[in-house]
């Protein structure tokens, strides 16, 4: 199936709403891993010409958004939470090393919070893999890697916690 932003968007707004929480975000999962096979949307919306992060879409009902991003090179992200939200990444292309954490000691405003790392895996191109409320993770790439992901509410307006590795 060739899949438009307009089709995507509203597969996933009809998952959310018939069940919100974790059961809608894996149906959500499996319709990114469905968009991610078709190589034309891919290719017209994660482009080269796409910065580490461009909003594609931003639910008006629910608030979630589709993100696309696009990495030239390597680069290792700290662990992080999305707050109060969600996250769903999609591998389009190349490879990322994701890492699990375990919470040693809880973030402040004041204080980074402890974790310690739990497991490792990586995404290859067509998995996606659904980060819930309080899921401690961090990215890792090699090299030039190209993501879709959905977040719960665009996580540019939200304040995060920092967390030390230990």
Not at 53 to 76: V, W
Not at 126 to 134: S, T
Request: proline share 5%; glycine share 8%; hydrophobic share 35%.
């Amino acid at each position: 199936m060739s899949w438009t932003l307009e089709e995507f968007a509203a597969a996933c707004q009809r998952a959310l709403t018939a069940e919100p929480g974790p059961a809608g975000r894996e149906k959500v999962r499996a319709i990114v891993q469905d968009v991610l096979k078709d190589q034309a949307f891919v290719a017209r919306h994660v482009g080269d010409d796409v910065p580490e992060r461009k909003l594609l879409y931003e639910d008006p009902k629910l608030g979630f958004c589709i993100l696309a991003h696009s990495y030239r090179g390597a680069k290792e992200s700290n662990p992080h939470d999305h707050g109060p939200s969600w996250a769903i990444y999609g591998q389009a292309r190349g490879e990322t090393e994701m890492s699990d954490w375990d919470l040693v000691e809880r973030a402040t405003p004041d204080k980074a919070g402890k974790v310690r790392r739990r497991r490792t895996y990586t995404l290859k191109p067509g998995m996606a893999y659904v980060y819930n409320e309080g899921d401690i993770h961090s990215p890792r790439r090699e090299g030039a890697t190209k993501l879709i992901r959905i977040e719960g509410t665009n996580m540019d307006r939200v304040k995060r916690l920092a967390y030390e590795r230990v």
